[in-house]
């Protein structure tokens, strides 16, 4: 973030108010948010991001088996867009 804090400030204060709107306990409570963007950052392929987000997910108190499970789903999920993109395997038979 220092690159944006830095060259565009006022966008980097739209990411983190951004943040500090999502990540609280609301009807889905902080553990449950984080479990959710760990799963999302394994899909997106941000590292950085899973790291992160487990980390956080871990001190709002997810077990590793939860965290586990998140990243279970999010495997689910990019095997089955796999095999669903397209429909090409109709054309192939």
């Not at 987000?53 to 089955?80: C, N, P, W, Y």
């Amino acid at each position: 973030m220092t690159y944006l804090n830095e060259r565009l400030p006022e966008t980097a204060e739209a990411l983190a108010n951004m943040r500090a709107s999502i990540f609280k306990d609301n009807s889905l409570d902080t553990r449950t948010k984080e479990l959710i963007a760990t799963a999302c950052a394994v899909l997106l392929r941000c590292e950085k991001c899973t790291v992160i987000h487990s980390q956080r997910a871990k001190e709002k108190g997810a077990t590793e088996d939860e965290i586990a499970e998140a990243l279970s789903v999010a495997m689910f999920i990019a095997a089955g867009s796999q095999i669903h993109w397209t429909d090409a395997y109709e054309k192939i038979l």
